[in-house]
T-cell receptor
Framework: QKEVEQNSGPLSVPEGAIASLNCTYS??????FFWYRQYSGKSPELIMS????GDKEDGRFTAQLNKASQYVSLLIRDSQPSDSATYLC???????????????FGAGTQVVVTP | DGGITQSPKYLFRKEGQNVTLSCEQN?????MYWYRQDPGQGLRLIYY???????QKGDIAEGYSVSREKKESFPLTVTSAQKNPTAFYLC???????????FGPGTRLTVL
């Protein structure tokens, strides 16, 4: 079982609609959760971080965390063609002392926003 | 992140050659990481370093080596022992006091 799982997509979203991306993780001890956006051929860039259960909003992006169910999601409101990218979910890996600061990444969900 | 540079942007390697990828940062962060990304796959950790003169193997360290002689620099050598080195290599730093990681622009390595 992969430690961080995401639907690979592609997720096709009409312009102006809401894109909903999901991520599940296996380590119940994880405390830090991140969403990165990666354009084709480029490196990942941080969009959101979330640490507490509930919602966190930043502009058109909302991250949602449910630790009991071990999932984290990302909503993109009013989707734009510039949102077309792969979105990576990352979760920290607590445990042994030398694993502090390590992140586990999902394979990413490709989002395609159609005009 | 403008404070993290990787060079070269593209690198071509012949079979049996060792090549070194550069990663430099001016953010004064202690922890640095090397990842490999293959098409359709997530990032896999190769090596990481939390402090100068110390580093640990990640999940796929075989065929790679690193050094951390300076805080600003964390070069990765892809040795001839790495059988399938063609991939996108990403260097990251972790911000102080937290576990958010920021990535450099990456190096795309192709074996000819």
């Amino acid at each position: 079982q992969k430690e961080v799982e995401q639907n690979s997509g592609p997720l096709s979203v009409p312009e102006g609609a809401i894109a909903s991306l999901n991520c599940t993780y296996s380590d119940r001890g994880s405390q830090s959760f991140f969403w990165y956006r990666q354009y084709s051929g480029k490196s990942p860039e941080l969009i959101m971080s979330i640490y507490s259960n509930g919602d966190k909003e930043d502009g058109r992006f909302t991250a949602q965390l449910n630790k009991a169910s071990q999932y984290v999601s990302l909503l993109i409101r009013d989707s734009q063609p510039s949102d077309s990218a792969t979105y990576l979910c990352a979760v920290n890996s607590p445990g042994a002392a030398d694993s502090w600061g390590k992140l586990q990444f999902g394979a990413g969900t490709q989002v395609v926003v159609t005009p | 992140d403008g404070g993290i540079t990787q060079s070269p942007k593209y690198l071509f390697r012949k079979e049996g050659q060792n090549v070194t990828l550069s990663c430099e940062q001016n953010l004064n962060h202690d922890a640095m990481y090397w990842y490999r990304q293959d098409p359709g796959q997530g990032l896999r950790l190769i090596y990481y370093s939390q402090i100068v003169n110390d580093f640990q193997k990640g999940d796929i360290a075989e065929g790679y080596s690193v050094s951390r002689e300076k805080k600003e620099s964390f070069p990765l050598t892809v040795t001839s022992a790495q059988k399938n080195p063609t991939a996108f290599y990403l260097c990251a730093v972790r911000d102080r006091g937290g576990d958010t990681q920021y990535f450099g622009p990456g190096t795309r390595l192709t074996v000819l």
